[in-house]
C-alpha cells in the first residue's frame, strides 16, 4: 500500500493535468474524448461556454464536446497567454489562465482571443481530481471582446421557476457539527442536481439552505410547468430516501410559479446566471407559503398542471404587499395522463 506522499509523486500535479487537458482536446479530429473522460470524476460539474453558463453534468459537457468535434476536425490550435496556479488551501487548487483559440474550418479560421479559464482541482485520496471548470468565450460577432458578464440581460417567456427550503434549517444548523450539516447540504444539493440534469430543468444557484431551479428555460419540453412538478416531486422522494438510510431528518417545502423572467450574469468575476422578475419574487412567496413535504403552486401554475396533477386550494398570499395570489396545494401523485 502505498503512502499519500508517495501515490503524489505518481500523479500529475493540477497545473500539468490542466494543461494536459487542453492539449488532449486540441489534437486533429477532435473526437480523443475517451482520454479526457479519464480525468474527470462522473459527479463533476461545470459550466458550459453559452452565455447563460448553466451549470452541467460532465456527461452533458462530453455530449456537447462530442457535437462540436463535428466541426472541428482538423482540431484546434491554442496558445497560452498565461497561466498560473493558486493554492487556496491544503488540498485545492485553482488554476486561472487565458488563451488563444484558433479552429481551422474549410472556408474560414476562426479565432477566438482571449479565450479566459479556471480550474478547481481538490486533493481525492491520493490524486488531484477536477472538480469545475469554467470557460469565458468572447463574442466573436463584435470588434469588441465581450464576456458572458457584460452580455444584455435575456428576456424568457412562461418559465417555471422552483424554490425548495428545507424546515427547521436553523434550528437544525445550531444543533449539528459543521462538518456534518455542510456534508448533508452537499449530498443531497447534489441529489438535486442529478434530477435537475434527469428532467431537463436547470439550476439557478444554492441560497444557504434553499436550490433555485428553472423549466422552460434553455432546455425546452412540451409542458414545462407539468416538468417541474415531475422534479419537485423525485426531488421530496429523494429527500425521504436520505432520510430513511440515516441522514438528518429534514423535511421539504416547495413553491413554484409561472411568468416571464429575465436572465443575464452580472459582473466580470466568479460568474453566474441569474434570473430576475416579478414570477421569481412570487415563486419565493409561494414556497414560504407551502406546507413541509409539499408542493405548493400558483394559481398560473395550476392552470398548467391541474390536469395532471390535481391539487386543493389552500388560500392567497401576498406579493410585495400589491397583490393576491391563489395558492394551490398539489397532491402526492400525478393523475393518468
Request: glycine share 8%; proline share 6%.
Amino acid at each position: 500500500m502505498h503512502s499519500n506522499t508517495s501515490a503524489l509523486t505518481r500523479v500529475a500535479p493540477p497545473l500539468e493535468q490542466f494543461k494536459s487537458l487542453i492539449a488532449m482536446r486540441s489534437r486533429p479530429g477532435g473526437r480523443h474524448l475517451d482520454d479526457i473522460t479519464g480525468m474527470f470524476d462522473p459527479g463533476v460539474t461545470g459550466f458550459g461556454t453559452a452565455p447563460h453558463e448553466i451549470f452541467r453534468s460532465v456527461q452533458d459537457i462530453f455530449r456537447q464536446l462530442d457535437r462540436e468535434a463535428r466541426y472541428m476536425p482538423n482540431g484546434f490550435g491554442y496558445k497560452f497567454h498565461w497561466v498560473e496556479e493558486q493554492r487556496v488551501s491544503a488540498d485545492t487548487s485553482i488554476i486561472t489562465s487565458e488563451i488563444r483559440i484558433t479552429i481551422p474550418l474549410t472556408d474560414r479560421t476562426l479565432i477566438f482571443d482571449p479565450v479566459r479559464l479556471s480550474a478547481v482541482y481538490h486533493l481525492q485520496g491520493d490524486a488531484y481530481k477536477l472538480v469545475h471548470w469554467h470557460t469565458s468565450f468572447p463574442d466573436n460577432s463584435d470588434t469588441d471582446e465581450v464576456f458572458p458578464g457584460a452580455l444584455e440581460p435575456q428576456r424568457y417567456d412562461d418559465v417555471t421557476v422552483i424554490f425548495t427550503d428545507l424546515v427547521g434549517f436553523t434550528r437544525v444548523a445550531t444543533e449539528t457539527p459543521p462538518e456534518v450539516l455542510v456534508a448533508e447540504l452537499s449530498a443531497l444539493f447534489v441529489t438535486f442536481d442529478a434530477l435537475t440534469a434527469e428532467f431537463g430543468l436547470d439550476k439557478i444557484k444554492t441560497i444557504g439552505d434553499s436550490y433555485m431551479v428553472a423549466s422552460g428555460l434553455c432546455q425546452q419540453h412540451d409542458r414545462p410547468a407539468v416538468q417541474a412538478v415531475r422534479w419537485a416531486q423525485a426531488a421530496m422522494a429523494g429527500l425521504n430516501e436520505r432520510s430513511k438510510r440515516g441522514g438528518l431528518p429534514w423535511q421539504l417545502r416547495i413553491g413554484m410559479h409561472t411568468g416571464p423572467v429575465i436572465g443575464g450574469v452580472l459582473g466580470t468575476h466568479k460568474l453566474s446566471f441569474d434570473l430576475w422578475g416579478d414570477t421569481v419574487n412570487v415563486a419565493k412567496r409561494i414556497e414560504s407559503n407551502s406546507r413541509p413535504n409539499r408542493i405548493n403552486v400558483s394559481d398560473e401554475t395550476y392552470r398548467l398542471i391541474a390536469d395532471v396533477f390535481p391539487g386543493e386550494l389552500q388560500g392567497c398570499c401576498t406579493v410585495k404587499g400589491k397583490r393576491e395570489v391563489e395558492m394551490y396545494l398539489l397532491k402526492t401523485e400525478p393523475t393518468a395522463s
